[in-house]
């Protein structure tokens, strides 16, 4: 398929990352139907773009008027119809491969035939995802970053079966989106960005369990020094501490003592109000 045969857009999940993608393919101008299992998932997520469009709207960052892009998006639990007619999916749910296969086992029975099959996973194999797809040339792994109305990298990721067409097509609407693209050729594990990514957050994670440093002072020292726009514990507080923490334990990491605290505690950073930082009294920290 190519990318000008692009018209309908499914998103597979109203989470974080979901919903982040279902607005900014909406504000490229494509038709996006987002879909969760609940409707209060589905709420939620859809809250969220609204909320970010009128964000960006006041700071003049977006070309149509926020109901435009709103009324580009459709919402719906029903997975058979959310895919019926589109061209392009964007799987965005749990990162369990157990769920991920039926996901694609079912994608395969109600997806048209041609349309490219994209996972956002950031954790797990893309050959072992589509190996569940009747078809597994047509899927890819389409990487976004949180948060994606902000983020411009996305990884397009090739599965060993994925072809050069899907591969290409994916690379090519990445573009439409106003994002920039990378291709990662090996499905290795974390792709480019969370393998480079990982050890940096896993450094700061030993230091505060070991007592090396506090969460404040390792933060402080990666953007005052390094010139980065969070420290690794305002991110994984941005990220969430349980997505880390799936990641590492896919990858069979030992997990710090900080993480594992965190997650036993359930406090999994901005999304419930506290992680590392307290998010009670509203976002931001201040690191002076
Ligand atoms: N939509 C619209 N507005 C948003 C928003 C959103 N989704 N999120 C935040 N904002 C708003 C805030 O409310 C705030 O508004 P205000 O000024 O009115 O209070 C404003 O944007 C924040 O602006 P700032 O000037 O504070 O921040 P910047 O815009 O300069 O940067 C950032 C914010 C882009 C998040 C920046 O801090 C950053 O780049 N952080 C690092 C993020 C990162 O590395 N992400 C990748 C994580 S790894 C990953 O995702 C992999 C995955 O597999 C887990």
């Given at each position: 398929m190519d990318v000008d045969e692009i018209e309908r857009v499914a998103v597979l999940g109203a989470g974080n990352m979901g919903h982040g993608i279902t607005e900014v393919v909406a504000m490229a101008g494509y038709q996006v139907t987002m879909r969760d299992i609940k409707d209060e998932f589905v709420e939620d997520g859809y809250e969220s773009i609204q909320w970010s469009l009128e964000k960006l709207a006041e700071k003049d960052r977006l070309d149509d008027a926020p109901e435009d892009v709103?009324?580009?998006?459709?919402?719906?639990?029903?997975?058979?119809?959310?895919?019926?007619?589109?061209?392009?999916?964007?799987?965005?749910?749990?990162?369990?491969?157990?769920?991920?296969?039926?996901?694609?086992?079912?994608?395969?029975?109600?997806?048209?035939?041609?349309?490219?099959?994209?996972?956002?996973?950031?954790?797990?194999?893309?050959?072992?995802?589509?190996?569940?797809?009747?078809?597994?040339?047509r899927v890819v792994g389409m990487h976004f970053f949180n948060p994606p109305v902000k983020m411009d990298l996305v990884e397009v990721i090739y599965g060993e079966d994925t072809d050069d067409e899907t591969a290409e097509t994916t690379y090519a609407f990445v573009e439409s989106i106003g994002k920039t693209p990378i291709y990662v050729r090996k499905d290795v594990n974390g792709f480019v960005v969370n393998s480079v990514l990982g050890p940096f957050m896993d450094e700061a994670?030993?230091?505060?369990?070991?007592?090396?440093?506090?969460?404040?002072?390792?933060?402080?020292?990666?953007?005052?020094?390094?010139?980065?726009?969070?420290?690794?514990?305002?991110?994984?507080?941005?990220?969430?501490?349980?997505?880390?923490?799936?990641?590492?334990?896919?990858?069979?990491?030992?997990?710090?003592?900080?993480?594992?605290?965190?997650?036993?505690?359930?406090?999994?950073?901005?999304?419930?109000?506290?992680?590392?930082?307290?998010?009670?009294d509203g976002p931001g920290v201040d690191y002076e």
């Open positions: 709103l009324a580009r998006i459709d919402t719906t639990t029903d997975l058979e119809e959310a895919v019926a007619d589109v061209d392009l999916v964007v799987e965005a749910a749990p990162e369990q491969m157990e769920l991920k296969h039926d996901i694609f086992s079912d994608l395969s029975e109600y997806a048209p035939e041609d349309a490219i099959l994209a996972t956002n996973t950031s954790s797990l194999s893309i050959s072992e995802i589509q190996s569940a797809a009747d078809d597994p040339s994670a030993w230091m505060v369990s070991n007592d090396e440093a506090t969460i404040r002072e390792a933060d402080a020292a990666m953007v005052h020094e390094r010139g980065y726009p969070m420290g690794p514990f305002e991110l994984g507080d941005l990220t969430g501490i349980d997505v880390g923490y799936h990641v590492r334990k896919e990858a069979g990491k030992e997990i710090p003592p900080i993480i594992q605290e965190k997650v036993d505690a359930e406090e999994l950073g901005r999304k419930t109000g506290k992680g590392y930082y307290d998010y009670e």
